[in-house]
């Protein structure tokens, strides 16, 4: 399997036809997987924003003001307000805001990225992920991940995720296979398109470098069950569970 940064691409403004820039830079195969970041996606639906387009509310303004307390820095109510918006739940709002986007994905900050947007303050996550991947699907005629970056519990650091995909499944599920021992897999989900995107990240780049498009070329999307899983729902999400019943307390 390969996996290469299409070069070349020009900062993605509101309405630009991001298929047609990936397509004239990319000599795609229909057995290739295009992996596409979140925030070309995002500038080319004209998801960029400034702060003054989110007035802040008291709900907004409280947290900003608790988040400043425990953190020694400023903190805008506005962009509280944003990730507010952009949210359906608030798993932790101390000492980081951990939330749960419209679209199912949870992470901080709603995703909202501030770093890259020129002519902007902030970067909102795709509205509809999976939409957007299905419109570039479409057109390329090969499957696509919609990337993000974000972190891991228990881990340090962050890595590639899919928030959205398209003309594959979202999971290889193992689950009535046998191991070489002969016994039955009973648990084994693989995230597919996570893995697909955290591999695309390791050429994409991270900071003021890097380009936004990578492509898959040589990996075997025939001969496994699928699954279009990809987040976990709140009846088996005991972590998230159990995070409804924490609260942060300073020492």
């Known amino acids: 399997m390969n996996v290469s940064p ?41 998801r960029a924003h400034d702060l003054d387009a989110f007035p802040a509310g008291p709900r907004a303004t409280e947290i900003a003001d608790r988040l400043a307390e425990i953190t020694g820095e400023e903190k805008d109510p506005r962009f509280a307000q944003a990730v507010l918006e952009e949210s359906t739940d608030l798993l932790i709002e101390a000492p980081f805001l951990l939330t749960e986007t419209r679209f199912g994905h949870v992470g901080v900050n709603a995703g909202i990225d501030r770093s890259n947007v020129p002519g902007s303050d902030i970067l909102l996550l795709p509205e509809r992920p999976d939409e957007s991947a299905r419109r570039l699907h479409a057109s390329l005629g090969v499957p696509v991940v919609v990337t993000d970056t974000c972190g891991r519990p228990f881990r ?18 193992w689950r009535g296979e046998h191991d070489r021992d002969g016994r039955e897999l009973g648990v084994t989900v693989e995230s597919i398109v996570d893995e697909l995107a955290a591999a695309a990240n390791l050429v994409l780049g991270e900071g003021g470098g890097g380009e936004p498009v990578a492509v898959v070329n040589g990996f075997e999307l025939d001969g496994f069950e699928g699954s279009d899983e990809l987040f976990r729902d709140v009846e088996t999400d005991f972590v998230r569970q159990a995070l409804r019943e924490w609260s942060y307390a300073r020492d």
């Open 6 to 46: 299409v070069p070349g691409l020009p900062e993605i403004r509101e309405g630009d036809d991001l298929a047609a820039l990936i397509a004239e830079r990319a000599d795609l195969d229909s057995a290739d997987v295009v992996c596409v970041a979140s925030t070309v996606v995002s500038k080319a639906e004209g």
């Open 156 to 173: 340090h650091g962050q890595r590639g995720v899919a928030i959205g995909r398209a003309g594959l499944p979202a999971s290889h599920d």
